[in-house]
Nanobody, 126 residues
């Protein structure tokens, strides 16, 4: 499995960015997917997750109502729409894939994911 994130960049507070993650190597629709982020000096933290069909999603409280996770199984793509961005959203954002049934793991736990992308930098200026 290969995951490649794109769409990061520099944005002012209150602005929006859209991240994408291109999945290849296996059948995308068989994997639960998630977004995590890591700020300098901090642990990698959960942002959002989505089941294989897209019918179930989970969000961190800090992004709920501002971020939207989605997937396009026909295009093997995972997306993260980020609105009302805050300086504290500044981090490297990673997509991750879990090779198991969505109900069989905790989508908020990074150790439950099997594959990771290289990350994309998001910087929000105040």
């Amino acid at each position: 499995v290969n995951l490649v994130e794109s769409g990061g960049g520099l944005v002012s507070a209150g602005g929006s960015l859209s991240l994408s993650c291109a999945f290849s190597g296996r059948t995308f629709s068989a994997y639960g997917m998630g977004w995590f982020r890591q700020a300098p000096g901090k642990d990698r933290e959960f942002v959002a997750a989505i089941s294989w069909s897209g019918s179930r999603t989970h969000y961190a409280e800090s992004v709920k109502g501002r971020f939207t996770i989605s997937r396009d199984n026909a295009k093997n793509t995972l997306n993260l729409q980020m609105n009302s961005l805050k300086p504290e959203d500044t981090a490297v954002y990673y997509c991750a894939a879990a090779d198991r049934v969505y109900s069989d793991y905790n989508p908020r736990v990074k150790d439950d994911y099997d594959y990771w992308g290289q990350g994309t930098q998001v910087t929000v200026s105040s």
